[in-house]
């Protein structure tokens, strides 16, 4: 399988699950996405039969390599948080279920991790030596570091306590909504403090902000007063799908 040119990345998010086959040559999608909406009660049972809904709606990718993202912490496959989903994930396999959901070997990873995997390939970190942090701004807030295009999995930058707070709960894209903070209020008064305590804990060479809020970045990125260099993800919203299936071949092809 040195060949692989299609994967099918599945990006598990507390609001969709959304699919699609992967071109792995390019980054583009193969076909229009399909997009299911995460049960209320996001049991694994529940998610797993969407995830195998969203494999068959794609009998061209059948054989390609599946990989699937989780919000949370996984290790070999299991499940060891799920801060915005159902915790009846923690201690789940959730390489075992969605395989048997799929009836394909699947390779299970954050969802953060996964999105840098797609822009250290084709966005915002291509290229880049040294040390960089990805994080996703959304339900809650993700982090990704990659040094010298290698993934460091599972860091967990968003539960940093920061003045008494679990940052994501401080300043993730939910909570600028559920405040009603304005962009200006948001980037000045929670996303600075943020991004100034990771800077100076991790002294990243570039921070690459994505999420779907990332789509504004021109509305917070300039305001923010820190002293690494920080971008906006390329990919914007097909990053997680589409560092997925990256990740998936990898696995096959090692
Ligand atoms: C989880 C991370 C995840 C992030 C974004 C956090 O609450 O702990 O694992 O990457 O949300 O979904």
Do not use: C, H, Y
């Given at each position: 399988?040195?060949?692989?040119?299609?994967?099918?990345?599945?990006?598990?998010?507390?609001?969709?699950?959304?699919?699609?086959?992967?071109?792995?040559?390019?980054?583009?999608?193969?076909?229009?996405r399909k997009k299911v909406l995460t049960p209320e009660h996001s049991t694994p049972a529940a998610v797993a039969r969407i995830v195998g809904e969203i494999a068959a709606h794609f009998p061209e990718a059948a054989g390609a390599p599946v990989?699937?993202?989780?919000?949370?912490v996984v290790q070999q496959g299991v499940v060891r948080t799920a801060a915005n989903l159902d915790k009846a994930w923690i201690g789940t396999d959730a390489r075992e279920l969605f395989t048997r959901a799929t009836g394909q070997p699947v390779r299970v990873l954050n969802d953060a991790d996964a999105a840098a995997v797609a822009e250290t390939r084709y966005g915002a970190a291509a290229g880049v030596t040294g040390v960089v942090l990805l994080t996703t701004l959304g339900t809650g807030i993700g982090s990704a570091l990659v040094v010298n295009g290698?993934?460091?999995?599972?860091?967990e930058f968003g539960h940093l306590e920061i003045d008494g707070h679990d940052a994501e709960t401080r300043a993730s894209s939910a909570v600028k909504d559920a405040e009603g903070l304005s962009y200006h209020e948001w980037a000045t008064q929670r996303?600075?403090?943020y991004y100034r305590v990771v800077e100076d804990l991790l002294w990243p060479d570039l921070i690459v902000v994505g999420g779907g809020v990332s789509r504004k970045a021109d509305r917070f990125l300039p305001l923010l007063d820190i002293r690494t260099p920080v971008v906006a993800a390329e990919l914007r919203n097909t990053a997680g799908i589409v560092g997925a299936a990256l990740a998936a071949a990898a696995t096959e092809t090692v």
């Open positions: 399988m040195s060949q692989l040119t299609t994967g099918l990345g599945i990006d598990i998010g507390g609001s969709g699950i959304k699919g699609a086959p992967v071109d792995l040559s390019t980054g583009e999608f193969l076909k229009e990989g699937v993202t989780f919000p949370g290698r993934l460091v999995p599972n860091t996303l600075q403090r």
